[in-house]
């Protein structure tokens, strides 16, 4: 009986230990290659992030049901105005796919590239099991920097932080 107790309790430890390990090691460290991938974006045109090489390029998942990715929405239309140099990809992780997309942006023509990842492909090579969570790649696809969470991008403070970070 102790002995059935003593690997549950191993296995147990084990499970929660990977879990834990999973949710803060980064999938990637500062200056490794982000893989290419490519998805197709809510007009129906396949995007590949290697034709984005020579600008650094920003990856947001998010969802139609997240509530903090709502509030992150409309700094995104005002995106290219505070980093012109870098290439927004919102990528969605609604299992509705291009239907909940469109629905989430009846009326509001996004400024910029929605994809979307319905099976969580790209999400899971990323990593990302939340939303909001977004990647900051260099010009050369090299990997800068992983923000959990919602952020606010037009404050002074995370807007100085990016702006070093691409241009170093």
Not at 13 to 38: C, H, N, R, T
Not at 119 to 127: A, I, L, P, Q, T
């Given at each position: 009986?102790?002995?059935?107790?003593?690997?549950?309790?191993?296995?147990?430890?084990?499970?929660?230990?990977?879990?834990?390990?999973?949710?803060?090691?980064?999938?990637?460290?500062?200056?490794?290659?982000?893989?290419?991938?490519?998805?197709?974006?809510?007009?129906?045109?396949?995007?590949?992030?290697?034709?984005?090489?020579?600008?650094?390029?920003l990856i947001h998942?998010?969802a139609s049901w997240?509530?903090?990715?709502?509030?992150?929405?409309?700094?995104?239309?005002?995106?290219?105005?505070?980093?012109?140099?870098?290439?927004?990809?919102?990528?969605?992780?609604?299992?509705?796919?291009?239907?909940?997309?469109?629905?989430?942006?009846?009326?509001?023509?996004?400024?910029?590239?929605?994809?979307?990842?319905?099976?969580?492909?790209?999400?899971?090579?990323?990593?990302?099991?939340?939303?909001p969570e977004s990647?900051?790649?260099?010009?050369?696809?090299?990997?800068?920097?992983?923000?959990?969470?919602?952020?606010?991008?037009?404050?002074?403070?995370?807007?100085?932080?990016?702006?070093?970070?691409?241009?170093?």
């Amino acid at each position: 009986m102790k002995l059935k107790f003593a690997l549950v309790f191993i296995l147990v430890a084990l499970v929660a230990g990977l879990w834990i390990y999973e949710q803060f090691v980064p999938p990637f460290s500062k200056g490794m290659e982000v893989a290419d991938f490519s998805l197709i974006d809510m007009h129906g045109n396949t995007v590949r992030l290697s034709s984005l090489r020579g600008q650094s390029v920003l990856i947001h998942f998010w969802a139609s049901w997240c509530s903090q990715c709502a509030h992150e929405m409309p700094l995104f239309a005002k995106f290219d105005k505070l980093y012109p140099s870098i290439k927004l990809l919102a990528v969605s992780e609604d299992e509705g796919g291009e239907a909940a997309v469109k629905a989430y942006f009846t009326g509001v023509k996004p400024n910029f590239t929605v994809l979307l990842d319905p099976e969580g492909r790209v999400s899971d090579r990323f990593k990302s099991y939340r939303v909001p969570e977004s990647f900051l790649l260099d010009k050369n696809g090299k990997f800068l920097h992983r923000f959990i969470g919602a952020v606010s991008w037009d404050e002074p403070q995370v807007m100085e932080i990016v702006k070093k970070m691409i241009s170093e």
